[in-house]
């Protein structure tokens, strides 16, 4: 594993156990697979997890998913190439669950390569509704088009908008805003895309954040929803960015299920204070969840 970078040091007073979490991100990530309903029964996957000498356990807060020990490899077995399932992080899996679209109703997943959380979507809309996948970049919509085709999503459609010009004649029920960030969280893997330098890119990206967060907003349907997530734990690109669209739109920030393993988001960072509301989003750690670092918060559009 990579030496810990000391930019992780700023997180110091943000968690509740520093060691932990220290210790936390020098472990391998565990694997993790989601269950996926259009290709094979639940019961049916269960067994070939253990023919194949799987070991399995079930994880709170996220139906689907397997945490899985003594697999040779999560795409190295025929299962994966038949789409039984879909190797998917456990925080990963978070924004859908929270979400939670029901199978009928319009959805938009506004950065959605390589899609785990669209087929994620699809999967809890039972393949019914229209679910819109959408990214900036061709090369990763290939992957999209891939998995989504390995898994048999039958009601997704792709787009390529830069999410911030997507078309304003729509409007949904519920959109994902899985925002690019900076990608802290995704550390354990292989040293993560982890970039600590916050003078570079990083930014840059809250702007970015913001607009993709107001489009996401704009173009849903009055009481509709929103979900923006990132998996960092940056609050310049988690709280401030809902902050500030809190501050712009009317939208009310709905609490999130009480039994997921996060702790609630902050009010004030390096000097700047946000209202009390944003408690109700929240950051997951890596000690918490043995998964990777991710940021939630589950919007209302009012008006
Ligand atoms: C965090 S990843 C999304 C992961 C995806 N939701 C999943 O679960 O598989 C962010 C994605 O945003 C895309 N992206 C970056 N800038 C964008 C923009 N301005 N508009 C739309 N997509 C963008 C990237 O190409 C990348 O695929």
């Known amino acids: ?178 925002v690019p960030c900076s990608g802290e969280g995704t550390f354990r893997i292989d040293g993560g895309r982890y970039n600590p330098d916050r003078s570079g890119r990083a930014r840059t990206l809250p702007r970015i954040q913001l607009a993709l967060l107001l489009k996401a907003l704009k173009i849903t349907r009055p009481g509709g929803t929103v979900l923006y997530s990132t998996c960092t734990w940056a609050p310049e690109e988690d709280e401030a960015v809902v902050a500030a669209a809190l501050s712009r739109m009317e939208i009310e920030i709905l609490p999130l299920p009480g039994n997921l393993p996060g702790q609630p988001g902050i009010t004030s960072w390096e000097g700047t204070d946000w209202p009390d509301d944003l408690t109700r989003t929240m950051r997951f750690w890596p000690h918490h969840t043995d998964s990777w670092g991710f940021y939630c918060a589950h919007l209302r559009k009012s008006g």
């Open 1 to 178: 594993m990579p030496e810990l970078p000391p930019q992780i040091d700023r997180y110091g007073d943000l968690v509740d156990d520093r060691d932990a979490f220290l210790e936390a991100l020098r472990r391998p990530l565990p694997t993790d697979l989601r269950w996926n309903p259009f290709k094979v029964t639940r019961e049916r996957f269960e067994e070939r997890l253990t023919a194949d000498g799987a070991q399995w356990s079930r994880l709170e807060g996220s139906p689907d998913l397997y945490r899985v020990e003594g697999l040779p490899g999560p795409g190295l077995t025929w299962a994966y190439h038949l789409g039984w399932y879909h190797p998917q992080g456990y925080t990963s899996t978070l924004p859908p669950v929270i979400l939670d679209p029901a199978a009928g109703s319009d959805v938009l997943d506004l950065c959605a390569s390589p899609g785990g959380k669209t087929s994620q979507l699809a999967a809890q809309m039972m393949g019914h509704g229209v679910l819109v996948a959408n990214d900036i970049n061709h090369s990763r919509i290939s992957i999209l088009a891939a998995n989504l085709e390995r898994l048999g999503v039958p009601n997704a459609l792709i787009s390529q908008y830069r999410g911030e010009n997507f078309p304003e004649r729509f409007r949904f029920d519920h959109v994902l805003a899985d």
